[in-house]
């Protein structure tokens, strides 16, 4: 057995309502997480929970695949330097004894999640994004911001991700990671459906005050 997240926009007030799923689990292999999704998806349908997407490399639904952090891009304003959110978010981390690691931003999404140093560098403190600065907390907010912007930029699947209710992230798990795309895009559709969501993306400053204060 396993436990997920489903991540459901909420349309009344700016945020996302987090159900806890527990499913069978069947195994760590593509396949086998393929069968996992159609689990917890199926039991999270007997809990009214319906028309969710999987937002994951292991997702069925090409879209899910695409709006992976390790796929999904996005391009800088100023320099129109292109990275995914995965390669983005490793290259932004601030830690103890160094970073960021810029490098990051140049290689793959794996090679970048996986680099030693953001293991050997101490403690995280904070992030760093070609120099704006994001603190620890709250713990999703440079993340959601990051992806976020990602998305708006990939007006395709911004407006495709809206034909969905629910989101889940096969890959990720609460009790060894924080941050998740899935609920990402749940805040994203919270967000559009209020119609805050350009208001919230003109600063950091205006994304922290519309979707955490």
């Not at 995280?124 to 704006?132: D, E, G, H, K």
Request: aromatic residues 14%.
């Amino acid at each position: 057995m396993a436990n997920r997240p489903i991540f459901t926009p909420n349309l009344e007030k700016i945020g996302v309502k987090t159900t806890n799923i527990d499913f069978k689990w069947h195994g760590i292999f593509p396949e086998q997480k393929k069968k996992s999704i159609t689990e917890l998806h199926h039991v999270a349908n007997e809990c009214g929970i319906s028309n969710i997407l999987d937002i994951s490399s292991k997702s069925e639904v090409y879209i899910g695949i695409q709006l992976s952090a390790f796929n999904l891009i996005i391009t800088t304003k100023k320099h129109k330097q292109r990275f995914t959110v995965e390669m983005a978010f490793q290259g932004s981390k601030v830690f103890e004894n160094g970073g960021p690691y810029t490098d990051l931003l140049y290689m793959t999404s794996l090679a970048a999640k996986q680099d030693p140093r953001l293991k050997s560098s101490g403690s995280l403190i904070a992030f760093r994004f070609f120099n704006i600065e994001f603190p620890l907390l709250p713990r999703t907010y440079f993340y959601d911001w990051l992806y976020i912007n990602a998305l708006v930029q990939n007006p395709t699947l911004a407006k495709d991700v809206l034909r969905f209710d629910s989101f889940s992230d096969i890959e990720f798990n609460p009790q060894h990671s924080i941050n998740c795309q899935a609920h990402s895009v749940a805040l994203y559709i919270s967000l559009y459906r209020q119609n805050l969501l350009a208001k919230a993306l003109e600063s950091p400053a205006n994304f922290l005050k519309y979707c955490y204060e």
